[in-house]
């Protein structure tokens, strides 16, 4: 008798461990908490020596009621958090064209002070040519 429990449970404790008791529908957990846990049979302290496993899941139960709100409060947090990363690249693009444009603003603006320069120069030189030219014709 033993021995088929054991054979018919060898994974049992596995598949416990790893079920994914977060996705758990409410209604579910509500005929749980009505059928087992608000029963006048169901005692804590006697089921922490009877099972650990279901000790655990009771415990569980209790911390995830409290985590529950803090992990939604996290996950609102973390959408927040990607619209503003969102926004922010945005952001840096927009400024990084912006940059671009200033970049060639400013190069453009500096070839034109340098021809303006040049002109200026080539004007004086053109002036001090003339002025000889005047002085060789008296």
């Keep these: ?32 908490r009505a059928r087992y846990i608000n029963s006048n049979k169901f005692q804590p302290e006697v089921m922490e020596n009877v099972s650990k496993a279901t000790e655990s899941l009771y415990q569980y139960s209790h911390v995830a009621k409290e985590v529950e709100p803090k992990r939604a409060k996290v996950k609102e947090s973390m ?33 034109t002070v340098s021809k303006k320069a040049k002109i200026e120069a080539d004007i004086e030189a053109s002036r001090v040519k003339l002025i000889r030219v005047e002085k060789l014709l008296n």
């Design 79 to 111: 959408e927040k958090l990607e619209l503003m990363q969102q926004a922010l690249a945005k952001k840096k693009f927009e400024l990084h064209g912006i940059e671009d444009k200033n970049a060639y603003i400013k190069a453009k603006n500096d070839a």
């Design 1 to 32: 008798m033993e021995q088929a429990k054991k054979q018919m449970n060898a994974d049992f404790l596995g598949k416990l461990s790893d079920y994914d008791k977060d996705s758990l529908d409410e209604k579910i957990k509500v005929k749980l």
